[in-house]
C-alpha cells in the first residue's frame, strides 16, 4: 500500500464514530431505507485488509465508509474463505477506536447506528 493510501487509511480508522458489520447487500438494503432519513453520502474506496491468517490461509475483511449526517460510519464484512471471527474483532478493537468503545452494531440492529447519529456534526 501506498504510504497516501496508508496515512488515508488511518485517518478513516482514527475518524470513524460507528462500526457497522454488513454484507454489501446488507449495507445497500440499509441505503436503500434510510438515505431519505439521513444525510448518506458514501466514502471512497473502500480496502480489504488482511487481519491474519487462519491454517494457512489469510483472514480478510472489507471495510467501506459512508458519511451519515456528517458521522464518519464504517461498514465491514469478513470476506475471506476462512474466517476467524476473534481473529477479526481484535483486529477491530486494535485499529478502530469507536469499536473498542463499542460503538458498534450489525445490519440488523442499524437503530443504534442512526440513533448514534441522531444530530449532524
Not at 27 to 39: D, Q
Not at 84 to 93: C, G, S, T
Request: with cysteine; charged share 20%; net charge negative.
Amino acid at each position: 500500500m501506498k504510504s497516501e493510501d496508508e496515512s488515508r487509511l488511518q485517518r478513516l480508522l482514527r475518524d470513524t464514530a460507528y462500526c457497522v458489520e454488513a454484507t454489501d447487500y446488507e449495507a445497500l438494503a440499509l441505503w436503500v431505507e434510510n438515505h431519505e432519513k439521513v444525510s448518506w453520502l458514501q466514502e471512497n474506496p473502500g480496502y480489504g485488509i488482511t487481519v491474519g491468517e487462519c491454517a494457512g490461509m489469510p483472514v480478510t475483511i472489507c471495510l467501506t465508509w459512508n458519511w451519515l449526517n456528517g458521522h464518519l460510519i464504517v461498514f465491514y464484512e469478513p470476506t475471506s474463505q476462512v474466517v476467524d471471527h476473534r481473529m477479526v474483532e481484535k483486529w477491530l478493537k486494535e485499529n478502530l477506536p469507536a469499536f473498542a468503545l463499542s460503538q458498534q452494531c450489525n445490519a440488523m440492529n442499524f437503530g443504534h447506528c442512526l440513533q448514534a447519529i441522531r444530530e449532524p456534526i
